[in-house]
């Protein structure tokens, strides 16, 4: 079993910083895949980013590509989505999930542990 526990979320003005960090206990193993994705109201759960545990294979969404970072510290056992340049539409209920496979995929339906959620707000 793995528990992912989100924290970092808030109120931030447009142009400003937020990051996001998931803790992470239970099973993980460094070919697994960390993702982070979001859900705004009345929309559909989206990709985000992606990492392997043991730090390769970034991927990212083509609207944060450039302003948002995802990192790993293993000796914590910590995933982070550093967010810069943050926009109105950046606003979303954010979740960490795990991969238990090496594939670095997008879609939320194929990631197998998910964290509760930390609300971002981005005022205009």
């Known amino acids: 079993q793995v528990q992912l526990v989100e924290s970092g979320g808030g109120l931030v003005q447009a142009g400003g910083s937020l990051r996001l960090s998931c803790a992470a206990s239970g099973r993980t193993f460094s070919a697994y895949v960390m993702g982070w994705f979001r859900q705004a109201p009345g929309k559909e759960r989206e990709f985000v980013a992606a990492i392997r545990w043991s730090g390769g294979n970034a991927a990212y969404a083509d609207s944060v590509k450039g302003r948002f970072t995802i990192s790993i510290d293993n000796a914590k056992k910590t995933v982070y989505l550093q967010m810069n340049s943050l926009k109105p539409e950046d606003t979303a209920v954010y979740y960490c999930?795990?991969?238990?496979?090496?594939?670095?995929?997008?879609?939320?339906?194929?990631?197998?542990?998910w964290g509760q959620g930390t609300q971002v707000t981005v005022s205009s």
């Open positions: 999930a795990q991969r238990s496979s090496i594939a670095v995929v997008t879609t939320p339906g194929l990631y197998d542990y």
